[in-house]
């Protein structure tokens, strides 16, 4: 008896969420006492933003709620140019936590606005970062959210048409809808390489990969993390039910008999310490093993923004060559306690 957790390696944290996170922290230690504002969550994670907030951090749905002058974290999920003009009316100091394959959507929706192609951007309307791309653009750009949508779409030109997608989507979905796309407009341009992010799409797989050797799957992440909720769909797609939880305190034991085979995974904005607080938590209750599974290896790396650098310059702090890494987790004691552990590594792509 006992349940058998097996870990999806990798889970949690991707570079842009690490990078976000990092350029909060060295905000408010390049500036203390000085309020520091974001405007909306940093990423979207409960605990990560909570834990913000207890060191003061105010985030802000409105940048007329940051005083004149004020200093504001615009957060990964990026921003559109009508919210840096306001911030640049208010005379705000603004810091970009935008993570740089956001960025990069949107430098495509650029040029290709620009090149006159009109874009059919797959995503959610209401994704902040959804509204941030199509803010480069808003008159070329329709959002497209659903394969039935494209039916409806009056495009004026087919021959001059391409797709773009949210960063965070349902690999399963995105193809859904752009098979219908092609489908429909033979001739659609797509982007250079997915849009669709190294984090998503290898979270994804291995949930795809390992769920269906499993009773249950558990994510850790906010019910507002988009590549959260999509892991649950990606495991419910191969035939394992999954539950979406922030954290341990939402378990119910009545999920369990204590004999199941378990995978735990974690959106992308999920802290690592949730997850090793979960895992104590069920071999605690039930007694097992815990096994790490190595689907895909991730060794990613991102600059710090210069907006951070520049802030750092006029602080005395040299940031220039300061980088962003994130690898593979490794289980740390402090972390996961003395809970028995093994891995099981498979060669996959590296990232
Ligand atoms: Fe960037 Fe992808 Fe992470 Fe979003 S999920 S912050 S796009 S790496």
Known sequence: MGLTLLLANPRGFCAGVQMAVDVVSQTVALLPGERIYVYHEIVHNKHVVGRFQEQGVVFVEDLDDVPEGGIVVFSAHGVSPQVRQHAAQRRLETID???????????????????????????????????GTRGEAPSAVTVVESAEQVEHLNVRDPARLVYLTQTTLSTDDAGVIIS?????????????????????????????????????????????????????????NVGTPARLIDDVSELDWSWFKGDETVLITAGASAPEDLVAALCRALLLQFGGKLEQ???????????????????????????????????????????????????????????
Do not use: M, W
């Open 293 to 351: 599974r190595d689907v895909v290896t991730e060794d990613v790396e991102f600059g710090l923004p210069a907006s951070l650098k520049r802030l750092g310059r006029a602080r005395g702090a040299d940031l220039e060559q300061s980088r962003i890494r994130v690898g593979a987790y490794s289980f740390t004691a402090d972390l996961y306690g003395a809970v028995p552990l093994t891995v099981s590594a498979k060669d996959g792509p590296r990232s």
């Open 97 to 131: 936590a935008t993570c740089p394959l956001v960025t990069k959507v949107h430098s495509e929706c650029i040029r290709y606005a620009r090149q006159g192609f009109e874009i059919l951007l797959v995503g959610h309307a209401n994704h902040q970062e959804v509204i």
């Open 180 to 236: 219908a796309l092609r489908k429909r407009f033979p001739q659609i341009k797509e982007p250079p390489s997915s849009d669709i992010c190294y984090a998503t799409t290898n979270r994804q797989n291995a949930v795809r990969q390992i769920a269906p050797e499993c009773d249950l799957v558990l994510v850790i992440g906010s019910r507002n993390s988009s590549n959260s909720v999509r892991l649950t769909e990606i495991a419910e």
